[in-house]
């Protein structure tokens, strides 16, 4: 306890960023990018990890990408309160696991999360002086259907038409986050999301 009091001292407490949009709005690629410069902000950045119930693939590592759980470990962990927000994908679920967001939050870490409308609202609303929520959205519409059809050359018809449906559902929710940043071009939206992180992060200093 006396640690993290002296870090909040310091103006070293820990903060949320985090990230949403419409499929193809470029949030998994922005965050990526903004990750490989954390040497910008003091080593401090660092990835959620999530929590999800499908088998690891290959490439992945327990603790790394994932926080890999059985079904029952899963329905366990969300009915004890113990994941911030949580969705299901297919069969397997996905879910913030609040015990992790508080570790990085003690250690005064800034945490990058990539999520949706409903999962940001969430941990907006559970940490609401400690986090800041930021909408990427592309510059047009048609943008981002050349995007989405870009991505994978076997996506259907119908399944693109759900999502262009889905993100103009989404589009009219900017409103509800801290920011919105409009991503035309990679490097101006790296530049206005570290912008951000920065005087975020500056603001909360002095508040502490």
Not at 109 to 126: E, F, I, N, Q, S
Not at 157 to 184: F, Q, S, T, W
Request: glycine share 8%; proline share 3%.
């Amino acid at each position: 306890m006396k640690a993290a009091s002296d870090r909040k001292k310091k103006g070293q407490e820990g903060f949320i960023f985090i990230i949403s949009g419409p499929s193809g709005s470029g949030k998994t690629t922005l965050a990526r990018l903004l990750l490989k410069q954390r040497n910008a902000f003091r080593g401090r950045l660092v990835k959620s990890v999530s929590l999800t119930t499908r088998r690891p693939r290959s490439a992945e590592k327990p603790g790394r990408d994932y926080f890999f759980v059985g079904r029952e470990e899963f329905l366990r962990l969300r009915r004890d309160k113990k994941v911030l927000e949580w969705t299901k994908y297919l069969e397997y679920y996905y879910g913030t696991p609040k015990e992790f967001v508080e570790s990085c939050l003690d250690k005064g870490k800034y945490l990058l999360m990539c999520l949706d409308h409903k999962g940001a609202m969430r941990v907006k609303k559970a940490y609401p002086r400690r986090s800041v929520s930021v909408f990427l959205r592309p510059p047009s519409l048609q943008v981002l259907e050349r995007r989405i059809r870009g991505r994978c050359s076997s996506t259907s018809e119908e399944e693109i038409r759900k999502r262009m449906l889905k993100a103009k559902r989404e589009m009219r929710l900017c409103g509800r986050y801290d920011h919105c940043v409009v991503n035309g071009d990679l490097e101006h939206a790296l530049k206005d999301l570290k912008k951000i992180i920065g005087n975020s992060v500056t603001r909360a200093k002095g508040e502490v």
